[in-house]
Nanobody, 124 residues
Framework: QVQLVESGGGLVQVGASLRLSCTISGHPFSNYAMAWFRQAPGKEREFVSAISWEGKTTPYADSVKGRFTISRNTADNTMSLQMNTVNPEDTAVYYC?????????????????WGQGTQVTVSS
């Protein structure tokens, strides 16, 4: 059974940095793309960033481009999201996701496997 577990969320102040991690286990397939999505209260889940198996393709949402950096370590099945210069609009539950394809996708419906989410709250 495929499981994704996020960690690293918390309460931070405006302008601070935070690093989220996601570990995938029990996966029966290789060469899978992964992604981060987030959902703020009362809003739909939105794309943040994604990364291909080799790490060569890394699209970002315009709202986080230049501030967030996605990375992964295929050797230990982890993915990270380095969040810099956070602002209150970054407050949300952050989810990691995986799909059985090396092609990254920007829509949530393309991802079959999801973590439970980790809360990020940016205080002003």
């Amino acid at each position: 059974q495929v499981q994704l577990v996020e960690s690293g969320g918390g309460l931070v102040q405006v302008g601070a940095s935070l690093r989220l991690s996601c570990t995938i286990s029990g996966h029966p397939f290789s060469n899978y793309a992964m992604a981060w999505f987030r959902q703020a209260p009362g809003k739909e889940r939105e794309f943040v960033s994604a990364i291909s198996w080799e790490g060569k393709t890394t699209p970002y949402a315009d709202s986080v481009k230049g501030r967030f950096t996605i990375s992964r370590n295929t050797a230990d099945n982890t993915m990270s999201l380095q969040m810099n210069t956070v602002n209150p609009e970054d407050t949300a539950v952050y989810y990691c996701a995986a799909r059985q394809s090396n092609v990254v996708a920007l829509t949530a419906s393309k991802y079959l496997y999801w973590g439970q989410g980790t809360q990020v709250t940016v205080s002003s």
